[in-house]
């Protein structure tokens, strides 16, 4: 059986042959430019605008959308589509909860109608003080504020990303913090200043004694992202572990698949890795039973450099337990040129692709072409492309002639 990893590629026997048993009919002038993007093409009503956000303009940038968003807690630059649906997210659960905090006929919701508001203005940012009754609010959240309307994300000052300024010291404020995001459907350690700073405010006054503060405010929301059971089971190791205890769980459950000592420590130190990602993408591996080489994919997820990468990550680890849970078992993980694939236990090759948007280029050309030319010469019983996004038309035809199956939008179709 030929190794998966033995091909060694030079750039002279790469392309010899032009395939040779493959049907290869690319050409220069099939190469295409970034397309004018049309956010009713791209995206679904739910995400292109709501009563507290809009989308204001879409750009492409190597295989990523560029997103511009304007909401009532403020102006976002989003970097990728699967970034778009976590801060659209956020900021309906954020604005429907203080729209509800408004409304409630009680105590607490007076104190908030007049000191946390939201302003009808939708480039306006959330503007807040203290809660009178909360001892620990005061100086918290003033300051976290005051850094934010001066420009600096207060939850990443350091530009190690100190994940642990999101954990409350207090356990008892922690422990109404993890509450608080799992019941609305948040993450406790999101990038998102204004969603630390309402959690911060949730979990200050219930630990100051107002114990059913957002008791309730997810029942009639909105969520754009649909959760599955296997979210809701993170969800609920988020919920009911400090950081510290999810950190002693992931090193187990890595142990458990036989990952280096050397390379545990270097996942569970990642600066860019938040603990929502790192548990999330150790929930999905630890459930690929008996697949081979699960240390590289640990070394791919160390590659990351911003957030965008962690939830790529994050999602690519998902679609790994589907594909060997209902569509193949898997046999292998491995890097091939750069990029994430398998080998399935029928021998069939699957090449991994991340972009939003593959866009057909003179090097996606070589890349896949060396991708089919390898799987050929390998004897492998088909290959196979899985994107987490779209293809573009180009695209698509261009892998059909290098033989390719296509599946898109992976985690969409299920």
Excluded at 87 to 100: C, K, N, P, T, Y
Excluded at 237 to 244: H, I, M
Excluded at 348 to 356: K, M, N, Q, R, S
Aim: hydrophobic share 40%.
């Amino acid at each position: 059986m030929a190794r998966f990893d033995s091909y060694i590629s030079s750039t002279s026997s790469l392309f010899l042959g032009c395939l040779c048993l493959i049907s290869c009919n690319v050409f220069a002038d099939s190469y295409e430019s970034y397309p004018v993007l049309n956010s009713n093409e791209i995206l679904s009503t739910e995400y292109r605008s709501s009563t507290y956000h809009r989308v204001e303009s879409i750009e492409l940038e190597n295989g990523f959308f560029q997103f511009i968003v304007e909401s009532n807690i403020g102006l976002y630059h989003v970097s990728s589509l699967e970034l778009l649906k976590k801060r659209v997210s956020e900021i309906v659960i954020v604005s429907q909860a203080i729209d509800q905090y408004e409304k409630q006929n009680s105590e607490l919701s007076g104190e908030l109608r007049s000191e946390l508001h939201v302003s009808g203005n939708s480039a306006v940012d959330i503007i807040t003080s203290p809660f009178k009754t909360a001892t620990n609010l005061a100086g918290q959240l003033t300051d976290n504020l005051d850094a934010t309307f001066a420009g600096e994300d207060p939850y990443l000052r350091d530009r190690s990303n100190d994940y642990s300024l999101r954990e409350p010291q207090d356990p008892t404020t922690a422990a109404h913090k993890r509450n608080a995001a799992f019941q609305l459907g948040l993450d406790m350690y999101s990038s998102n200043s204004k969603v630390q700073s309402f959690l911060n405010a949730v979990a200050n006054a219930r630990a100051a004694g107002r114990v059913t503060a957002g008791v309730g405010l997810n029942n009639s929301f909105n969520n754009p992202l649909k959760k599955n059971k296997l979210d809701l089971e993170i969800g609920y190791l988020l919920k009911t572990n400090s950081s510290e205890d999810l950190e002693y769980h992931n090193i187990q459950k890595l142990i458990e698949l036989g990952i280096s000592r050397k390379l545990i420590r270097s996942f569970i130190n990642h600066p860019i890795l938040s603990p929502t990602n790192k548990t999330t993408i150790v929930f999905y591996l630890s459930r690929l039973d008996k697949v081979n080489r699960l240390d590289s994919f640990i070394r791919f997820v160390l590659t990351a450099k911003n957030e965008v990468m962690a939830l790529t990550f994050q999602q690519l680890s998902k679609v790994l337990w589907y594909y060997h849970t209902n569509n193949e078992k898997i046999s292998s993980f491995n890097m091939y040129r750069g990029q994430p694939a398998i080998l399935t236990a029928s021998r069939h090759l699957v090449i991994f692709e991340d972009a939003d948007l593959l866009i057909w280029s003179e090097d996606k050309e070589k890349q896949y072409a060396a991708f089919a030319q390898h799987a050929q010469k390998a004897g492998y019983n088909g290959w196979e492309i899985v994107s987490l996004g779209s293809l573009s038309a180009m695209s698509s035809m261009q892998l059909g002639e290098l033989n390719f199956q296509k599946q898109t939008n992976f985690l969409e179709a299920l």
